[in-house]
């Protein structure tokens, strides 16, 4: 595709520095011969020394260079920092992982990390940790591990730490959790999402479970797997609030959006549990618990 004059909402974009419309077009100063994305921090060009091209491809075939500040072609510095730390709670997540341990292997300093994962991942490293590891300590119980067994498998000391927050993080004690919710009113309904179709399972004392898929038969049986022995009922639509949280998880940022598929569904389900999980107690249907 061959260069074209940059349109009104484009140029808008670049002028507000638009990370969300990284990733669909680079726009050339075609004074430098530079291509940039539209949330570079680079000093702008006049708009009619503007040139906009789809990809940062196409621009390079026609003879233009990358910014050195920006990295249209590639993850900027602070993209790779957020990258780093999401691979390192994947993949350390049977042990405590504090915020220095973050921002070392990031190489951001602990205050910018905080600031830039927020921005772009959409919550702090350690909300997106603690989701992680419930998400895991989940999936323990499930395969047959015992309580304190999976505390310590996700890095808990002891299992003080979860029972203080099992509430939030399971609508249940992790008592019941593990008796597959024996005698609990569980609540569900699933919404629509760019990522496929998202379930949420909750009690009349918080949420239980949130699954994400494309097969609602699949995710209906998996719940009833998970609670084989709780009431579960369909609600229509579930409490605006978690409608809202849903549709924030869902805009992601243009970083994300580049990431693997199954990377972006692992990140959108882990915010979404990491935001209900700090939101105030509530039912699906809205009734405060």
């Known amino acids: ?8 909402t484009a ?14 077009f680079v726009y050339v100063a075609i004074t430098t011969g530079i291509y940039c994305r539209p949330s570079c921090p680079s000093r702008r060009p006049h708009r009619r020394h503007a040139l906009f091209f789809s990809t940062a491809a196409e621009a390079e075939r026609a ?25 390192y709670i994947q993949e350390h997540i049977d042990h405590r992982i504090t915020l220095a341990e973050l921002s070392k292997v990031s190489g951001l300093s602990s205050n910018h990390l905080q600031e830039t ?5 959409g919550v702090s490293p350690k909300a997106f940790y603690n989701a992680q590891r419930l998400i ?25 730490a979860l029972y203080e927050n ?11 959790y593990q008796r597959r ?15 496929g179709r998202v379930l949420l399972a909750g009690t009349a004392r918080g949420i239980s479970s949130i699954r994400l898929g494309h097969d609602v038969d699949f ?54 549990w990491a935001l209900v999980a700090l939101s105030p107690l509530q039912n699906l249907s809205g009734r405060n618990g």
């Open 181 to 195: 919710g024996k005698g609990a009113v569980i609540r569900y309904a699933i919404l629509r999402t760019s990522l």
């Open 136 to 160: 895991r300590f989940k999936e323990l119980i499930r395969a047959g591990e015992s309580i304190s067994s999976a505390c310590y498998g996700v890095g808990y000391g002891s299992s003080r």
């Open 219 to 272: 995710l209906l049986r998996d719940l009833h797997d998970e609670f084989t022995l709780a009431r579960l009922i369909a609600d229509k639509k579930p409490f605006d609030g978690y409608i809202a949280t849903v549709r924030f998880c869902e805009a992601e940022d243009a970083f994300l959006s580049r990431l693997p598929i199954a990377t972006r569904r692992r990140v959108f389900e882990t915010k979404l």
């Open 117 to 121: 994962f927020k921005r772009i991942v």
């Open 166 to 176: 099992a509430i939030r993080w399971l609508g249940m004690t992790p008592g019941r």
């Open 11 to 24: 140029w808008d974009a670049v002028l507000r520095r638009d990370r969300g419309y990284d990733g669909k």
């Open 1 to 8: 595709m061959a260069a074209t004059p940059i349109s009104k």
């Open 63 to 87: 003879g233009y260079v990358a910014c050195l500040r920006c990295h249209p072609n590639s993850l900027n510095p602070a993209e790779k920092s957020v990258k780093a730390a999401l691979d």
